[in-house]
């Protein structure tokens, strides 16, 4: 049982060195780790409970409510889901390219830059609705703020790595194509 455990952490490591994770960088956000671990709390923060807890608020309304907030929150994961298996092998946590990554401009990534971005934002969208919270609407704003940090920053290094990249970017929204905060093509 120790051995297969140990193979286990050893596969969880090599996974981890192959994403650029490295204990420098832990230290000094090199390969954008603080971005990551910034969204990952600000996703983590969403199971808190609503605030302020609106109890005068029609039973037909909060019904409602909950209905489009759950179904908005589904559509996001669809859209999360969809992204990762069209990344495939190329999915990294982080915003660098993997060395023998390719770049995907197909199927979730042919409308959309960062489809996987877009899906959280909307199941944070979906919370938010289905809580009718104003801590769950700044966790809303927080995370779209770190989302379009990291992407940027992902987007510098995918034109390094891919000078086809410059030609997506004008082509394609970032985020959101209607909100220009999170479409920041020029």
Not at 49 to 64: D, G, H, M, R
Not at 165 to 170: C, D, E, F, G, M
């Amino acid at each position: 049982m120790k051995l297969n455990k140990s193979n286990h952490i050893k596969d969880f490591i090599t996974l981890l060195s192959k994403w650029g994770f490295s204990k420098q960088g832990l230290f000094n956000n090199s390969k954008g780790e603080w971005y990551l671990f910034s969204q990952i709390f600000l996703i983590l923060l969403h199971l808190i409970p609503p605030y302020p807890k609106i109890e005068q608020v029609a039973y037909s309304i909060n019904t409602f409510c909950i209905i489009i907030g759950l179904s908005i929150s589904i559509l996001g994961l669809f859209i999360v889901i969809k992204a990762f298996i069209d990344l495939g092998e190329n999915l990294t946590p982080l915003p660098y390219p993997m060395n023998n990554s390719s770049l995907i401009k197909n199927n979730s990534y042919q409308n959309v830059r960062h489809p996987l971005y877009k899906g959280l934002l909307i199941i944070s969208l979906g919370i938010c609705i289905y809580s009718l919270s104003l801590i769950h609407l700044s966790l809303l704003i927080s995370l779209a703020y770190i989302l379009k940090i990291k992407a940027l920053k992902e987007e510098e290094n995918l034109k390094i790595k891919f000078p086809e990249y410059k030609r997506y970017i004008k082509e394609v929204p970032a985020i959101i194509k209607e909100i220009k905060y999170l479409d920041w093509r020029s």
